[in-house]
């Protein structure tokens, strides 16, 4: 089966520790995509990644880290820097990043930091 | 950057059409307007997706206004399954790359 998985699907750290979240596809998508959501809120962009061994910033980059070695992998460091850490993560791909190319989603992580 | 507005929330009975609107005043000439939902504790799922016609998919359609400020996602028939935050997004050109840029969304209650 095609898709894109995300591991874990809880995550507990204590705070002032970086942590690694998993983002892996098999739809062989050039590019993918990392959202944050608070409760209640809607996605917003903290990196993307348009092909491999490339990266930019979304809006809300600060705190956070990315790496895009291989097409299929694109995994996102929540870092002591991030002040309010805690939130449920999304990771997506897209064929391309042109507008017309749906975007698929992983089932997320959620990230708990105390 | 190119924005939506989307009602907070809206019901509907089961098996009754549902029409939901978005408003994207700053949509730009090539910009495609998608449409996600979420579940609860999962990550979205595509809908469908337009730039100028109304399209059908099995999942719903799309109707797409003559100047492209607004557009109505249609379930023609509504079922407890589509109980759902559906949001209307519209890809933003910046620094030569594109973005989809997420409203609140519009969380569907479908009444049994």
């Known amino acids: 089966d095609g898709g894109i998985t995300q591991s874990p699907k809880y995550l507990f750290r204590k705070e002032g520790q970086n942590v690694t979240l998993s983002c892996e596809q098999n739809?062989?998508?050039?590019?993918m995509y990392w959202y944050r959501q608070d409760p209640g809120q809607g996605l917003r962009l903290i990196y993307y990644s348009q092909i491999v061994n490339d990266f930019q910033k979304g809006d809300i980059a600060e705190g956070y880290s990315v790496s895009r070695e291989k097409k299929e992998s694109f995994p996102l460091t929540v870092t002591s820097a991030q002040k309010n850490p805690t939130a449920f993560y999304l990771c997506?791909?897209?064929?391309?990043?042109?507008?017309?190319?749906?975007?698929?989603f992983g089932p997320g992580t959620r990230l708990t930091v105390t | 950057d190119a924005k939506t507005t989307q009602p907070n929330s809206m019901e509907s009975n089961e098996e009754e059409p549902v029409h939901l609107p978005c408003n994207h005043s700053t949509i730009s000439g090539t910009d495609y307007i998608h449409w996600y939902r979420q579940l609860p504790s999962q990550g979205p799922e595509y809908v469908i997706h337009?730039?100028?016609s109304n399209v059908n998919n099995r999942m719903a359609s799309l109707a797409i206004a003559e100047d492209r400020k607004s557009s109505t996602l249609i379930l023609h028939r509504a079922t407890l399954r589509d109980a759902a935050v559906y949001y209307c997004?519209?890809?933003?050109?910046?620094?030569?790359?594109?973005?989809?840029?997420f409203g609140t969304g519009t969380r569907l209650k479908v009444l049994a």
């Open positions: 739809l062989n998508h050039d590019a």
């Open positions: 997506a791909s897209s064929l391309s990043s042109g507008g017309m190319y749906e975007q698929y």
């Open positions: 997004i519209l890809r933003d050109w910046t620094s030569g790359t594109y973005k989809y840029i």
């Open positions: 337009g730039l100028t």
